[in-house]
């Protein structure tokens, strides 16, 4: 269970995603899955996903792309 919510911004470059997550004092976790650099996708998604959770116990969490 989170204790603040969690949200998922999904959006061009340049839109104002973080700065809107940083204005508000969100947490800001960003993420750029790269198949070559990184290998196992789901893996690389769970430990964003607890992350988040663990970050959301303080503040609430915004999740780019």
Same mark, same amino acid.
């Given at each position: 269970?989170? $204790? *603040? /919510?969690? #949200? =998922? %911004?999904?959006? !061009? @470059?340049? +839109?104002? $995603?973080? +700065?809107?997550? $940083?204005?508000?004092?969100? !947490?800001?976790? *960003?993420? +750029?899955?790269?198949?070559? %650099?990184?290998?196992?996708? +789901?893996?690389?998604? #769970?430990? &964003?996903?607890?992350?988040? &959770? *663990? %970050?959301?116990? *303080?503040? /609430? &969490? &915004? =999740? @780019?792309?």
């Amino acid at each position: 269970m989170t $204790k *603040h /919510p969690i #949200i =998922i %911004l999904e959006g !061009a @470059d340049g +839109t104002g $995603k973080t +700065t809107l997550a $940083k204005e508000l004092g969100f !947490a800001y976790i *960003h993420c +750029t899955y790269n198949e070559n %650099l990184i290998g196992n996708m +789901t893996g690389y998604f #769970i430990g &964003v996903l607890s992350a988040a &959770v *663990h %970050l959301s116990a *303080h503040r /609430p &969490v &915004v =999740i @780019d792309r």
